[in-house]
């Protein structure tokens, strides 16, 4: 059991270049999120899934692509990539059961725009 | 949607003392207020969590404690320990079939030795 699984751990990319990080969770969750923490801004939601085939947008959408074809997988695509998108990537991941939550983190991705 | 105060931004104390961290939530549908550590280039970790049908909870050193009136919640650690540094996030969700986290902009918690 591998939680939530993000990669890469780092990426340098140039502006205008397209990537897409990998989000996996083995957890069997029906939610899934991608935030992204920059400094003195907490963390701030970009998309979210509640289930395959189901997403929306977060606070902060803009230049960026979901989708959730499977239960397990959810990535984000930078369709191309801008400086202000310098930041630090977090997926997640919950279940609900009843009035029980629980979120799990991945390890995030670092990314760099130049 | 929902938005998340969080205060204060730094905390600064002697090894030994306690800390207060607060956090006020605007939506009065949420229902789950989590709280998070960060260590310095780790993801956020789970420390506690508290529900709106139960006004306080405590593990060991750490207790949160909710007023759903106010809509204010707060993590309190006592005995604080150096380990204890780090980044402290509060959070609010509306439940349900809304699982967005909200969360508050950090506290840096640094435990003096």
């Known amino acids: 059991n591998a939680g939530v699984t993000q990669t890469p751990k780092f990426q340098v990319l140039k502006t205008g270049q397209s990537m897409t990080l990998q989000c996996a969770q083995d957890m069997n969750h029906e939610y899934m999120s991608w935030y992204r923490q920059d400094p003195g801004m907490g963390l701030r939601l970009i998309h979210y899934?509640?289930?395959?085939?189901?997403?929306d947008q977060g606070e902060v959408p803009n230049g960026y692509n979901v989708s959730r074809s499977t239960t397990e997988d959810f990535p984000l695509r930078l369709l191309s990539a801008a400086p202000s998108q310098t930041s630090v990537y977090f997926c997640?991941?919950?279940?609900?059961?009843?009035?029980?939550?629980?979120?799990?983190f991945g390890s995030g991705t670092r990314l760099t725009v130049v | 949607g929902e938005n998340v105060e969080q205060h204060p931004s730094t905390l600064s104390v002697q090894e030994g003392d306690s800390a207060v961290i607060k956090c006020t939530y605007s939506?009065?549908?949420?229902?789950?207020f989590p709280w998070y550590k960060q260590e310095l280039g780790k993801r956020p970790q789970l420390i506690i969590d508290i529900r709106s049908n139960v006004g306080e909870k405590k593990d060991q050193r750490i207790a949160v404690t909710l007023n759903k009136t106010a809509k204010h919640f707060s993590l309190h650690i006592t005995e604080t320990q150096p380990e204890d540094s780090a980044v402290y996030f509060c959070?609010?969700?509306?439940?349900?079939?809304?699982?967005?986290?909200?969360f508050g902009k950090g506290t840096l918690l640094t435990v003096n030795p």
């Open positions: 997640a991941s919950s279940y609900s059961v009843g009035s029980n939550y629980g979120y799990t």
């Open positions: 939506d009065s549908a949420s229902n789950y």
């Open positions: 899934s509640v289930g395959a085939g189901i997403t």
């Open positions: 959070a609010a969700s509306g439940g349900g079939s809304n699982y967005k986290l909200t």
